[in-house]
Every structure is written in C-alpha cells, then in structure tokens.
C-alpha cells in the first residue's frame, strides 16, 4: 500500500487501502509470496504445492475484489 509500516492498522492504512488497485494489491502480495517460497531450500520438495495455494487463493480473493 506504500504506507511506512508501524505495527498498527491505522487511518493512514486505512485510507491508502481504500484508495489502493486492489487487484494489484493482491498481485503484489502473490508475486511477493511466490519469491519468498522459491528462496526456500525445500522449494524443490514442496514448491509446487505452495506455488498452486497461492494461485488458488490470488484467484478466490481476485473474485472477492471484484465483488
């Protein structure tokens, strides 16, 4: 969201939530989420399981935005 993070869901988080893409928003979180995994030693073992859960809860929260 580009707010700086202060351990606290505030009016400013808020506010730039409210005015955020939030497809792109959900893009970010999955494409950021999908690096993270693929940095893992135990990628090679369990990548492919992790890389479907996160297409398959980008794809149920895009039709939640979209809502």
Known sequence: LGV????RI???TLEAAK???VIRVISAVSDAK???YRSLHSFKYFGKGWLSRVASVESVADKMAIV
């Open 19 to 21: 005015n955020s893409n």
């Open 10 to 12: 505030g009016m400013v």
């Open 34 to 36: 999908t690096v993270f």
């Open 4 to 7: 700086t993070a202060d351990g």
